[in-house]
């Protein structure tokens, strides 16, 4: 059968339900992280996305990382509500996000 023929075929039984499309691996939902740390001076945090591989959902252990100066924050469901939250804390000098964002 031809190339064309077939994609036809294909359209036709597609729409009178004959055989459904394949539908595509669900995309999860992205989550978000604010990273505090003040081991070097004043108060910072940055915004991660929860799949980039410096937060690693929250348990990643940027470079410098010290456990008694810095933590993490969340998840977050939206980028929305990471940045409210990063902007309602208190005493923070320096806020920031990774370039994941």
Not at 32 to 39: G, V
Not at 48 to 72: E, L, N, V, Y
């Amino acid at each position: 059968m031809r190339r064309d023929t077939r994609s036809k075929l294909q359209k036709v039984a597609t729409e009178v339900g004959l055989i459904s499309k394949p539908t595509g691996p669900a995309a999860e939902a992205p989550e978000f992280f604010i990273y505090e740390n003040w081991a070097a001076g004043p108060h910072k945090i940055v915004v991660h996305r929860g799949s980039c591989g410096q937060c690693s959902h929250g348990k990643g252990r940027p470079a410098g990382h010290d456990q008694d100066h810095a933590r993490w924050h969340g998840p977050y469901s939206t980028l929305a509500e990471a940045r409210e939250t990063a902007h309602a804390m208190t005493n923070i000098l320096i806020r920031s996000e990774c370039k994941c964002i």
